[in-house]
């Protein structure tokens, strides 16, 4: 069982599309922005990344429009790009191809409108969808029933691995005969703010106002990430499964693993993450030597950071261009690992490590890659990922024809 | 050699019983938890009745601190882990801590903190931008439930793969199944697993009332969860937690481990048809009790006793008859099929995680709890559901089943082991 990716789609603070989404990264752009929608004072933070003028009717029928949070509408654009680019026959077999959508947040921005009306009108002011629309698992649901997928169908809450666990968890549901799986991470956390007081919370979001140095994760000046939105989906199948139908691999995932670091604090030490970045190389069978790019996690804060930074130059002592792209655009929860699947996909099919936007020099001890994208020789890339609930992931992808 | 999960430990939390011994003592008597909302003034509500769990988290050994920073359906779960992880005893010590894993499911997660915190931060809904100097310092916390599966990490000390599970109403279904399925990936060596929910707030009930699928049988709470029965108008809200412990079978085998029963076989499909609306035929959820089954290496006639979703809803309950009429053919005539929620109500992402415990406690007792305030079935529902009174039946294959919003159909299949 080989797991491969075979059908790509995001919806990212770069636009709807892969396309825009890899030319952004690539350049090292910065999408970063003041938060558009109201006045955030209170908050302390000033910066979001935003997919920009997204218009749902412009993609989703409008039933689904109507019954769902714009964390479900990015989730099925994506889901949708993915499935055309990997050439998949869904109506074959409608039990053939499952789903499994991860968010942290749900659909904060239609619940809050709910709240509000229960609130300030009575029980029967709120209406029938906010049963379905703010549930974590609405985006999974709407996918399968707009696509008529009736697979393995699943939800997990991991916060920023949420994609890496569901590449891992896909290679069990490959194994037990689901023939492919709609992978993915959906998050859309600005538009409410209540959501974002929640975020605030947590005193990790960047209180900058300056877009070109709010989020310098790695740097002396990181003060906290500048939240974000956004998704990626993938459409993962057993290699033989995809080489029988013809279908142009797009990446190997070679391996995943993943650990437990403590609640609210994104794995103090750096030990946890270390031992599912050796789990994921472990299962994919490769060394150190091996790795030729490595996609951060990068949260901005210095403490995090630190430990990342001492827990890759512990994985290789030789050192390992090392990158964040998403320093141009933000952190965008369940949407955060997505994002960074799909760049480093991108990336090994460009033979290009995209830069760390905003950031001019690293002063950690690791070659991260600044300033301008990198032309290499790209075999194999390694995804981190940290989320506050604790999670640490890590997934190995290899370029189909090195794996 | 094919690796197994054996369930070893298990704890509950449920309406009107904490503790897995009262809790199986409450069932097996047939008494109904389900009452007047007590949790808020549910006056205005279209449906004011729900099972409520009479929960003070000193009495159950969480310090001040602990039931501050946690919802209180982690307080739940915190609970419900401690009497599995007691009952169970896993060797903790032996086992490193990166192979063992948590697995917790959940459907909404920490709504009641936050509606509790917006209300404050909102001027009870006036306000669009919120007052953020009036959220309570844990706050961050409830947003996303992925703190449920991680308040449990820290608890049994796992570094593991540790994940919450959310897909609505199966999700305590889902999510013993996930952890089986990862001691048999050889992912994990211990797996405490199970589901937690506290979503008896007002707009959690608010919802339900908006697309009338709760009981709105205010003047009987005690009669109001009538799973098949002709006179039933929709469930019953509930609030718990249940906790397995699984182990990889050949460590609790050589440790000498009571081995409570193998979580045989798992499948979870999505019916592709509608967020809340069920097709009669249960195709899907059919397709998942064979899935289930065959992972078991189990025949439909091997199932001595099906746990039933049950919720109450006429739609399910005719969806289910016919899913289990089509996935076990005569069979189905002739098994016990029964639904639990007729006595602690639905608890959207806990009641599966409780409907596996009842099932592991069936196995043990061989006793079958009933449906209760069955007295009148529905003709359309014409399966032995088991009404009013607990029955004497020896189970050595348990089902249980489940069905959610999003369209998420879910098997799960205990057994002895071969």
């Known amino acids: 069982m080989t797991v491969v990716i075979t059908g790509l789609g995001t919806v990212s603070p770069a636009g709807v599309g892969t396309d825009g989404y890899w030319d952004a990264v690539s350049e090292g752009r910065s999408l970063i922005a003041p938060i558009p929608d109201f006045d955030t004072d209170g908050f302390h933070v000033r910066l979001c990344g935003k997919v920009p003028g997204f218009d749902p009717h412009q993609h989703i029928e409008g039933r689904y429009v109507v019954q769902t949070d714009a964390f479900s509408w990015f989730a099925m654009v994506a889901a949708d790009e993915a499935l055309r680019d990997s050439g998949l026959d869904t109506g074959t077999d409608p039990y053939a191809t499952g789903v499994l959508i991860c968010s942290c947040a749900g659909g904060v921005e239609f619940g809050q409108h709910e709240i509000a009306a229960l609130w300030s009108g009575g029980p029967d002011h709120v209406g029938p969808y906010q049963s379905i629309a703010w549930f974590y698992a609405a985006s999974t649901g709407q996918i399968s029933i707009r696509n008529g997928l009736k697979g393995m169908c699943g939800v997990l809450v991991t916060d920023e691995p949420g994609m890496l666990d569901a590449l891992g968890q896909s290679e069990g549901a490959l194994r037990r005969g689901t023939s492919a799986m709609l992978v993915g991470g959906s998050e859309a956390p600005l538009g409410s703010p209540f959501s974002l007081a929640c975020q605030a919370g947590a005193d990790v979001l960047s209180a900058g106002d300056d877009p070109s140095s709010a989020y310098l994760p790695f740097t002396e000046r990181a003060s906290g990430y500048v939240p974000a939105e956004g998704a990626a989906v993938a459409v993962a199948e057993d290699a033989a499964t995809a080489r029988a139908r013809g279908a142009r691999i797009r990446a190997v995932v070679a391996g995943h693993a993943s650990t437990f670091g403590g609640v609210g604090a994104f794995d103090p030490g750096g030990a946890g993450l270390l031992h599912a970045a050796r789990g994921a190389m472990d299962r994919a069978g490769i060394g150190p030597d091996d790795v030729d790019v490595v996609f951060a996690d990068a949260v901005g804060t210095p403490k995090a950071d630190a430990d990342e930074a001492a827990m890759l130059r512990e994985l290789f002592p030789g050192g390992v261009p090392v990158t964040a792209p998403k320093a141009g655009f933000g952190r965008a929860y369940a949407g955060a690992g997505a994002l960074d699947v799909a760049a480093a996909v991108l990336s090994l099919e460009h033979q290009v490590i995209p830069p760390t936007p905003q950031v001019s020099d690293a002063p950690c001890g690791l070659d991260l890659v600044v300033r301008v994208p990198r032309v290499a020789p790209l075999r194999t890339a390694l995804v981190l990922s940290r989320g506050l609930g604790g999670g640490n992931s890590a997934v190995v992808l290899r370029h189909p024809d090195h794996a | 050699m094919k690796r197994e999960a054996v369930v070893t430990g298990i704890g509950v939390v449920a309406p009107g019983a904490i503790g897995a011994t009262a809790f199986w003592d409450l069932l097996t008597a047939g008494r109904t938890a389900t009452r007047h909302v007590t949790l808020f003034d549910a006056t205005t509500f279209r449906s004011r009745i729900a099972a409520e769990v009479d929960f003070d988290p000193a009495e159950h050994g969480l310090d001040e601190e602990q039931a501050a920073r946690m919802d209180r359906y982690v307080q739940f779960a915190a609970v419900a882990a401690a009497e599995a992880l007691a009952d169970s005893a896993p060797p903790l010590a032996e086992v490193p801590p990166w192979r063992v894993g948590v697995s917790m499911g959940t459907a909404v997660g920490g709504t009641t903190r936050l509606e509790r915190d917006y209300v404050e931060m909102s001027q009870e809904g006036a306000d669009w931008v919120v007052d953020r100097s009036a959220a309570s310092p844990h706050l961050y916390r409830a947003l996303t439930p992925s703190v449920l599966s991680g308040e449990i990490a820290e608890l049994v000390g796992a570094r593991g793969p540790v994940r919450t599970v959310s897909t609505g109403c199966t999700s305590g279904l889902d999510a013993v199944g996930y952890a089986a ?69 050949s460590i609790a085998r050589r440790r000498g481990a009571r081995i409570r029963c193998r979580v045989a076989g798992f499948a979870n499909h999505g019916n592709a048809f509608h967020m809340t609306g069920l097709r009669r035929e249960g195709e899907e959820m059919a397709r998942a009790v064979t899935t289930a089954l065959d992972r078991a290496r189990r025949s439909a006639t091997d199932v001595d006793y099906v746990n039933a979703h049950g919720s109450g809803t006429v739609q399910n309950d005719r969806h289910e008859t016919d899913a289990v009429k089509r996935s076990l053919g005569e069979h189905a005539r002739r098994v016990p099929v029964s639904s639990i929620k007729s006595m602690v109500g639905h608890s959207l992402g806990a009641i599966g995680s409780i409907e596996l415990a009842a099932c592991v406690l069936a196995m043990d007792t061989g006793v079958v709890p009933p449906t209760a305030n069955l007295s009148a079935p529905d003709p359309e529902c014409d399966l032995d559901y088991v009404p009013v009174t607990a029955r004497e039946h020896r189970t050595d294959v348990a089902l249980s089943v489940g069905s959610g919003f999003g369209g998420f159909q879910s098997a799960v299949v205990l057994d002895r082991g071969e």
């Open chain 2, 181 to 249: 399925q990862a001691i048999e990936d050889d992912l994990a060596d211990v797996v405490v697993t199970g589901a937690a929910e506290s979503p008896i707030s007002p707009i959690a009930m608010a919802c339900f009332d908006a697309i009338k699928a709760t009981s709105d049988s205010n003047d009987d709470p005690a009669r109001a969860s009538r799973p098949f029965d002709r006179d039933r108008n929709g469930f019953v809200m509930g609030e718990g937690a249940a906790v397995l412990v699984l182990e990889e079978a």
